[in-house]
């Protein structure tokens, strides 16, 4: 691989940039691997990059039925956070932020992350409670949050208006940081380090079958021909079911559309991300300059990663009572993408009732920020067969009773 | 936007009319029964790509609850039917088998 430095932009640039390889191979698939990833999203592309740089495993294929990243990688709104409740989000969350601070140097890829700071306005009297309760929770878990008071709001965030008729802004949870990176690049930095370790990505390789004898996974059937495999790992977030279904067995997971907005590029008037989760929408701008705009997802099960208008309007009418700047900006562009939802709204890394069959899933509204830790984890389990990450995300925890329930305590929206 | 048609008013109502309220048809555990039939009931869903059959409450209109089935990968309303049955009725099945021949799932089709 060709080390992405000043010099070689230096270089090219004395060649007419004629000198630049492709990020990663696009080789055809082997008889048989060590190891395969089903989706070639963030998560996926997180769990080969570690299962190959801390656990020395390389003889591994990431397949993926569309296009690399193009999935929820590709859909989302960007928001990197660890300020959850429950100690053992807390912890892969917290975990996957650190690794997002040093990624660009890890991949030598530069994945644009501007710790900038989340800020979730309380803007009811249960929020402010709900959030100061969640900065104490922080300070014992080693998450650096706090609760800031709306003048503080106001000096951060000089567009909003915090006296609102209908949710005034009390206060708000404070991760200075927190912040964004770029989503593409993330899936793109993954890909070029998996396939300078000898990787196969295998793009346009849709996998239809799961075979597996004895309770032992022995490979899958795929578009492009039977490959076996020792290990599998299913991180395919909205598909979880399909392919669960072809291992057969069920998941307590549904699909369902999560959609957001980007309106017209305006020039730079907001330099924090805001959440605002009573109206039920949050927004950043990118450094293009448009506003990204997110809400909430449908409540029925959905694959069409398509959105709906009343959804839009809902989510808008809401964010322009506190930014009343925003009423006359034009939308861009507007898109869905389907996630997995589990009850307890926390995710599942978890061996399954297949051996060697691992699934990394169920991040539903909120899979972006956690990338890197959830491949670190994923990595791990499915090295070692445990990890003290993904311990209290096991499958086993709904039978057993023992929920990470974060719908309720991450005071976010779901 | 989903458009139903409710069966016990008989009015063609939107999705913002209505609030989807999840798998239709669960078979329900209580008290005595075992773990794995207590975790399936509560958690583990059928979530097919395709033909799903679910629980619709007509909750701006008439208030009833009522069943539809509906494809979740095109978005496409086979029909509603009533709340008061165990499983989907032959008339839906017969809509779904004419719209997607060979169609199965579990013991159905």
């Known amino acids: 691989m060709k080390r992405y430095s ?52 390389k003889n591994v294929a990431i397949l993926e039925k569309g296009w690399l990243g193009g999935g929820n990688t590709g859909r989302n709104t960007t928001i990197i956070r660890s300020n959850y409740l429950q100690d053992a989000s807390a912890a892969i969350y917290e975990k996957a932020r650190s690794l997002y601070e040093t990624m660009s140097q890890d991949l030598n890829y530069n994945v644009m992350f501007s710790p900038r700071g989340v800020m979730m306005l309380a803007q009811t009297q249960h929020e402010i409670r709900g959030y100061k309760r969640t900065a104490q929770a922080n300070a014992l878990q080693g998450v650096s949050t706090e609760f800031i008071s709306p003048e503080k709001v106001k000096s951060l965030v000089p567009i909003i208006n915090i006296d609102g008729p209908r949710y005034p802004v009390l206060g708000a949870l404070w991760q200075s940081r927190g912040g964004t990176a770029r989503h593409d690049a993330v899936a793109w930095g993954y890909a070029r380090a998996c396939s300078d370790m000898g990787m196969d990505i295998i793009q346009q390789c849709e996998v239809t079958g799961i075979r597996h004898k004895n309770g032992q996974v022995q490979g899958v059937e795929t578009s492009k021909g039977p490959i076996d495999c020792q290990k599998l790992g299913i991180v395919v977030a909205g598909h979880t079911g399909v392919l669960a279904d072809m291992a057969g067995f069920r998941m307590p997971v549904e699909a369902v559309a999560l959609q957001a907005l980007v309106s017209e590029p305006i020039k730079p008037c907001m330099d924090v991300v805001v959440m605002a989760n009573t109206v039920h929408g949050y927004m950043s701008q990118s450094d293009k300059g448009e506003m990204v705009i997110g809400g909430g997802a449908d409540g029925f ?14 989510t808008v009418r809401a964010l322009i009572e506190t930014f009343p700047i925003i009423s006359r900006l034009k939308m861009l562009r507007w898109w869905g993408g389907i996630v997995d ?57 709904f039978k057993e009773g023992k929920f990470i329930d974060e719908s309720v305590a991450a005071g976010v929206a779901h | 936007m989903l458009v139903f048609k409710c069966p016990y008013c008989g009015i063609e109502a939107d999705e913002t009319e209505l609030s989807p309220g999840g798998e239709a048809h669960l078979k329900r555990f209580g008290p005595g029964s075992s773990d794995e039939e207590l975790e399936g009931y509560l958690f583990n ?40 049955t165990f499983g989907p009725p032959k008339e839906i099945i017969d809509i779904i088998k004419s719209k997607r021949p060979g169609w199965k799932w579990r013991n159905l089709g």
């Open chain 2, 45 to 84: 869903r059928e979530n097919p790509k395709g033909v799903h059959f679910e629980r619709w409450r007509h909750v701006y209109g008439c208030g009833k609850w009522f069943h539809a089935a509906r494809c979740t990968a095109t978005l496409e309303v086979f029909g509603t039917y009533s709340a008061q």
């Open chain 1, 341 to 397: 939802m589990t009850g307890d709204r926390s995710p599942i890394l978890s061996k399954t009732p297949v051996g060697n069959i691992f699934i990394n899933c169920g991040w539903g509204t909120g899979g972006f920020k956690a990338i890197p830790g959830s491949g670190w984890a994923m990595a791990e389990l499915m090295a070692k067969g445990h990890s003290s990450l993904t311990e209290e995300f096991s499958l086993n925890r």
């Open chain 1, 301 to 314: 099960n959905n694959y069409t990663q398509r959105g709906s208008f009343h959804h839009v309007e809902e």
């Open chain 1, 6 to 57: 000043v010099f070689a932009v230096a270089r090219e640039a004395l060649r007419y940039h004629q000198g630049w390889g492709r990020a990663w191979k696009s080789p055809e698939p082997k008889k048989k691997y060590d190891a395969i990833i089903i989706g070639a999203g963030g998560h996926g592309l997180a769990t080969a990059y570690y299962l190959g740089k801390n656990h020395g495993l």
